[in-house]
């Protein structure tokens, strides 16, 4: 089975980067077929994608699609470092968002057969 790592740096508003990310990783956790093993890990302004009520420009929660690859079982991390720098430790994150650390994402990174970023 096929490992794919999925990192977002990009922050949910000024681009359509993040959106294009949980777009892909939703194809990719609910398409026919094999599925990969996932691992999504969000880092710099995307950390905070992992707090409540986020938008799209469209008004679609980007918080939907996070809860919809949490169900279908994949783990979603929050750099503890950059959540920290932006204050998000202590917030009420989206259930099923943990804080990682960049051991874990080094970890992640060498398992992975395919290492994308957004």
Do not use: W
């Not at 999925?6 to 508003?13: E, F, K, S, T």
């Not at 939703?26 to 093993?37: R, V, Y």
């Amino acid at each position: 089975m096929q490992k794919i790592l999925i990192i977002l740096h990009a922050p949910p508003y000024g681009s359509e980067r993040c959106l294009s990310a949980l777009r892909l990783a939703l194809a990719l956790a609910g398409g026919d077929g094999e599925k990969p093993l996932l691992d999504v890990f969000l880092m710099s302004d995307a950390t905070v994608l992992a707090l409540p009520g986020q938008q799209d420009a469209s008004g679609n929660t980007l918080e939907k699609m996070l809860d919809q690859l949490i169900a279908c079982g994949v783990p979603v991390r929050l750099c503890k470092t950059c959540a920290g720098n932006r204050g998000l430790l202590d917030l009420k994150l989206i259930a099923g968002v943990t804080i990682g650390t960049l051991a874990e994402l080094a970890a992640a990174t060498m398992q992975a057969d395919k290492v994308i970023t957004f």
